[in-house]
T-cell receptor, first 110, second 113 residues
């Protein structure tokens, strides 16, 4: 089955800096890659996603890149703000089966 | 437009008992997926229901079973509870026309003593 690895497990940045989270996946048949943000005690919220026929997608301060050949994808957050502090999960989906990475705890220091 | 809802919010059970968790999908969605999230970990896929049938299943034992009703709502049943079943149980709904995009409910926190 699919195996998703996510790095780093924790990330601390200064407000205004950029943050990058990286994920790799094992199943070349995976074709959809969402990113979720989960604040303490709350549900995971979809923040951005990318499909396998696209290499990059941007939504304001958030962007995601996908390298199908290398089977890795990354989340980029620019101009970070304290409210960006949360746990971020990447996921890879193949045929209705969504597998998550272990998560990255992002702390943005004011 | 109601989002995904789950009940109950919290539940405490003892080992060996059985539990039923409920999920109502977002309006317009017809597919429900269930996940188990242990503390400090990512959600683990349990199974997905569409047209009242289990369409896909993760690596969970048969103690975990489910059901989907004609109104698309769903139940997750866990039999013979173990201490290790303590977790946040999340359901996510999607529309089969865009099955990949899933939206999560608030979850049910299950504690097994």
């Amino acid at each position: 089955g699919e195996n998703v690895e996510q790095h780093p497990s924790t990330l601390s940045v200064q407000e205004g800096d950029s943050a990058v989270i990286k994920c790799t996946y094992s199943d070349s048949a995976s074709n959809y890659f969402p990113w979720y943000k989960q604040e303490l005690g709350k549900r995971p919220q979809l923040i951005i996603d990318i499909r396998s026929n696209v290499g990059e997608k941007k939504d304001q301060r958030i962007a995601v890149t996908l390298n199908k050949t290398a089977k890795h994808f990354s989340l980029h957050i620019t101009e970070t703000q304290p409210e960006d502090s949360a746990v971020y999960f990447c996921a890879a989906v193949n045929n209705n089966d969504m597998r998550f990475g272990a998560g990255t705890r992002l702390t943005v220091k004011p | 437009d109601a989002g995904v809802t789950q009940s109950p919010t919290h539940l405490i059970k003892t080992r060996g008992q059985q539990v039923t968790l409920r999920c109502s999908p977002k309006s317009g969605h017809d597919t429900v997926s269930w996940y188990q999230q242990a503390l400090g970990q990512g959600p683990q896929f349990i199974f997905q229901y569409y047209e009242e049938e289990e369409r896909q299943r993760g690596n969970f034992p048969d103690r975990f079973s489910g059901h989907q009703f004609p109104n698309y709502s769903s139940e997750l049943n866990v039999n013979a509870l173990l201490l290790g079943d303590s977790a946040l149980y999340l359901c996510a709904s999607s529309w089969t026309g865009s099955t990949d995009t899933q939206y999560f409910g608030p979850g049910t926190r299950l504690t097994v003593l």
